[in-house]
């Protein structure tokens, strides 16, 4: 193609030329359609030549190719493209042309390995390990967040444990002023705040971070709670319980009742993060499990489910 199309483009250019110049002698118009015949059939042959060229171009590196690949089953994009001149992009570009074109029977090109790869059996090989490598690495990753997921166990400032020690000093007026409370109400009320308060503050000491969130509760609301116990147990002391101290004291009681809902709402929020870093590490040991084969796939056995 190169050669004929490079002979005929010349050929028929010449003559298009001896036609032109006929034509503008003034020979006729016979001479001015050969000559737009002869240029279109010399176009024609040039762009026959332009693609053998560049066919034959392909076949030189194809051959510059093998030559530098020798008998290896993989080699690298990078250094074949050093070794020809050209960059790994031309290259790989070039490579996957060959392929598309049967010049490479097995090959496969990988971009993201820089890898021409010369047999079925060396890629496959390769790709199986990559997934191995894949399994493991999500396999890994599973394990850092089932790691990382929970809050990581630290030693308690001075600071915290001061705090800690000054609410469990409130928590320990409270209780000594549950007996003189005298009403069995006001008293399930002081001892169900003694109770969920502990809680928190042994939560705390698990998880130092949530102290940070108890300066409301140790600054404020449990000096207030030891202020209506004092008052409550000063209205009960009273010889005459009339009409105004009943009053007073009912409206103490409600108070204690919003402090346990408060108190209780606290407890939660702390206990929340908990039951999801439960959730995470039960999520990524069925992933785990599913992943080694050991279990179904939660994703599978859903749409098992959908499909019924």
């Not at 040039?46 to 194809?62: D, E, N, P, T």
């Not at 009742?257 to 995470?280: I, N, P, Q, Y």
């Amino acid at each position: 193609m190169a050669l004929l199309g490079g002979i005929f483009s010349g050929l028929f250019g010449t003559v298009a030329l001896v036609a032109s110049v006929g034509a503008l002698a003034g020979a006729g118009d016979l001479f001015a359609s050969s000559a737009a015949v002869l240029l279109a059939l010399a176009g024609a042959s040039l762009g026959v030549a332009i693609v053998g060229g560049k066919r034959l171009g392909m076949i030189s590196r194809f051959s510059r190719y093998r030559r530098t690949i020798g008998a290896s089953e993989a080699f690298s994009l990078t250094e074949l493209a050093g070794s020809t001149g050209r960059t790994a992009a031309a290259v790989s570009k070039d490579l996957s042309k060959m392929i598309e074109r049967g010049l490479f029977l097995q090959a496969h090109v990988d971009q993201s390995a820089d890898t021409l790869f010369l047999t079925d059996a060396a890629y496959n090989t390769f790709r199986n390990d990559r997934e191995e490598q894949a399994k493991e690495e999500y396999r890994e990753r599973l394990r850092q967040q089932a790691s990382n997921g929970r809050s990581q166990e630290r030693p308690l400032t001075d600071a915290e444990r001061e705090k800690l020690r000054e609410g469990r000093e409130f928590l320990e007026q409270i209780r000594a002023r549950i007996p003189d409370l005298g009403s069995e109400e006001a008293k399930k009320k002081a001892e169900a705040i003694s109770l969920v308060a502990d809680n928190i503050f042994n939560r705390a000491e698990q998880d130092p971070d949530v102290i940070e969130g108890l300066d409301q509760m140790v600054g404020y609301y449990l000096p207030l709670t030891i202020k209506l116990l004092d008052a409550y147990a000063d209205l009960v002391s009273q010889p005459i319980q009339s009409e105004s101290i009943g009053v007073s004291r009912h409206e103490i009681e409600g108070t204690l009742e919003t402090l346990v809902g408060a108190f209780a709402k606290l407890h939660d929020s702390l206990f929340r993060d908990m039951t999801w870093d439960v959730s995470t590490d039960i999520s990524v040991l069925n992933a785990m499990l599913a992943q080694d084969g050991l279990a179904e796939d939660p994703f599978e056995r859903k749409a098992g489910r959908n499909h019924e």
